[in-house]
């Protein structure tokens, strides 16, 4: 089971059927029973073809998940964890990232989620939004945007 091809063909099974950052494709391999030297080499042979680069895989998750305007950044970086990625890679692409984004996915949040605005619904918004990782200032700044543009 600890041949070289064996594990090799593997990591490429797991490759091509999706990206993988190292760490996740080191903790599939350890599961699959190969020995940690083995891992090693595969793993350094993945690197060197271009296969695994956990900076372009934080970059383009990241931005997947920017996009898609229903999270907020301390939710995003909390998804890129989850996947092995490393808080030095998740610092750099956060240097990059401005509140502007997050604030949009705040307020389509708010106008998907909630029809009507009075008192009530504004602290339950808050709550909501606050529970999901938004900034208060953010929070803020979508409520007033909702607010405004709904009168």
């Avoid at 998804?79 to 610092?91: I, M």
Wanted: with cysteine.
């Amino acid at each position: 089971m600890n041949s070289h091809n064996d594990i090799w063909q593997y990591s490429l099974h797991l490759v091509t059927r999706r990206s993988h950052s190292e760490k996740e494709l080191q903790q599939k391999l350890e599961c699959k029973g190969y020995s940690c030297d083995a891992i090693e080499k595969a793993l350094r042979r993945l690197k060197e073809y271009g296969y695994i680069d956990d900076i372009k895989l934080a970059n383009h998750l990241f931005y997947k998940y920017v996009e898609t305007h229903k999270y907020s950044t301390k939710q995003i970086f909390y998804k890129l964890k989850l996947r092995g990625l490393q808080d030095r890679v998740l610092l750099e692409i956060a240097k990059d990232f401005d509140d502007v984004e997050e604030w949009k996915s705040a307020l389509k949040i708010i106008t998907a989620r909630f029809k009507s605005l009075d008192t009530t619904s504004k602290e339950k918004i808050y709550r909501y939004l606050s529970s999901r990782g938004f900034s208060a200032t953010n929070i803020h700044k979508a409520l007033q945007t909702f607010y405004y543009s709904d009168k």
